[in-house]
């Protein structure tokens, strides 16, 4: 009996370990649910409330078979039962689940996508080639158009100065790729008409993307054609002839104008070094032209001729027509934004010659402003009318052309294809206004409607490119003396020029829609329904 007691002291004795609880709710113990665990214990009372399974519910009443739509109830019916995945078993997506890839499988996708790649890669290198050598504005758009179409790679692109914008589209993704190309213009023919070379075989197909891509990077690293100590001396000669041909000067005002020149590009080359002085070279040089202009007004000099001339390769006429002809192409933002940089363009080297005109006169009080009667006669030239004998154009119009030939950076060879074209434009300009007396809208007309079919006709049966040549003869007829006689006739308030400035303004865009109505329908006759394979590079 001792022992007994004993041994139930010693159970009383040893504590019954206490439950552990729990510190936050993530230790909290969970029961799996089960159905056993809606049942009664034994021994226990039996609850009052139902189990859940067997409560009515309005969800189960909703989710019957006769809330359904009638044609949602029959292709239930219809549809095998699919397995329902859980969303945890989605992330744990098995190889076995799918069609097995094969290697080669693998090897066919990878060479497509890389095929697509290399075409995408090509005709960015090709816009940026476009934009770079000189490409019309409002060709670029269709060009890339066509080519892209040929390489079976659904692209947009929107053309803006200076800027496009090159949109890769996938329909079967759904995905996009935009690429903004910035690049500044500038004119190199040589490299231009390799480039329309190798976009009309690509066309055709006769070249891959790999030869294309390499040959693009060929024209690209080629040396310059011309050196660059040259600039000058292509100013002078452009300056010379023109002083002659269209503002009718005489020769000492084309050979003060040529020094003019040679200083006016020395100032270029000089401002692509020095950052600062590149926003503000031009008005600068011209300041000083306009200051020399009128100093040697007292030595007999005429002040037009000289303050015109001295830099008349760099008018901007050309950008008035292709601005022109962009807003006639339905190209509305691009044209609006060049035509206004070729009106602040001229008017801004107008107000820097008249204002170093105005410098001179401030420093100079015994300056006469009256003229003699060859300078009045100069104001007063055109086509027909000059101070030299008619005879010197047949040599002036090559000179202008020749310069504007190396300054356009076209190869030798076509030199006389393009000053023959050229030639051809001006003559038809001089037949109609001193022979025929035609009036201004058919002078605006007539003769850019000659250049531009002779170009087409040139490009249709040669094969080769015939912008270059097309675009000398514009330079002939582009109206830049008009805008910055416009410029000048604003700024200065000597009557030289007249009062005039607003209408030289105006007829600088009538001359615009001349020639752009000519070249159109120049090309109208000549592709009437367009080309099939390559796209047009022609103004």
Known sequence: ??????????????????????????????????????????????????????????????????????????????????????????????????????LEDRIQITFEIANILQKQEFLRKLCRSLMLYGCPAHRIEHA????????????????????????FMDSTTHTTETHFIRQTQTFEMHRLSDIYRLEKLVSHGEVSVDEALEFIDKVYNQPPLYPIWISPFVYAVAAFAGCILFFGGRWQEAGVSAALGIFFATN???????????????????????????????????????????????????????????LVSRQLVSGVVRMVYAIIFSFLLGYGVSMGSELYIAIDK???LIQSEAC???????????????????????????????????????????????????????????????????????PAFGLGLVGNLLSKFTGQMSFDAVLIGVFYLVPSNLGLKAAIGLFSTS????NQGAGFALAMIESSIGITLGLFLATLIVYPKGTQHTPLLNL
């Open 366 to 368: 015994d300056t006469s």
């Open 495 to 498: 009557e030289e020029v007249g």
């Open 268 to 326: 270029e080359l000089f401002s692509r070094s020095v950052s600062s002085f590149q926003p503000i070279w031009e008005i600068t040089v011209c300041i000083m032209i306009g200051f020399v202009a009128r100093g040697l007004t007292k030595y007999g000099f005429c002040f037009t001729p000289i303050a015109f001339s001295s830099f008349i390769i760099v008018l901007p006429g050309y950008p008035m027509a292709v601005a022109v002809i962009e």
């Open 376 to 446: 009045n006669l100069a104001n007063n030239a055109t086509t027909c009318i000059s101070s030299v004998s008619p005879w010197f154009k047949f040599l002036m119009v090559p000179m202008f052309a020749m310069a504007f030939c190396v300054f356009l950076k076209a190869r030798l060879p076509r030199w006389p294809i393009m000053g023959l074209v050229a030639a051809f434009g001006y003559t038809i300009n001089y037949s109609l206004s001193c022979w025929a007396h035609a009036p201004t809208q058919i002078l605006q007309v007539v």
């Open 144 to 167: 890339m158009h066509r080519v892209s179409r040929t390489l079976s790679v659904e692209a947009e692109y929107i053309y803006m100065p200076s800027v496009m914008l090159v949109t």
């Open 1 to 102: 009996m001792f022992f007994f007691k004993k041994k139930k002291e010693r159970r009383s004795l040893t504590l019954k370990p206490k439950k552990k609880r729990p510190v936050s709710l993530i230790d909290f113990p969970i029961k799996a649910a089960s159905t056993d665990s809606l049942l009664p214990e034994p021994g226990t009372k039996k609850s009052l409330r139902p189990p859940l399974a067997s409560r009515p519910s309005w969800l189960s009443e909703v989710a019957s078979n006769k809330h359904l739509v009638p044609t949602l109830q029959k292709r239930k019916k219809n549809t095998p039962a699919q397995s329902r995945r859980n969303s945890n078993d989605s992330m744990f997506t098995t190889a076995s689940q799918f069609e097995p890839i094969t």
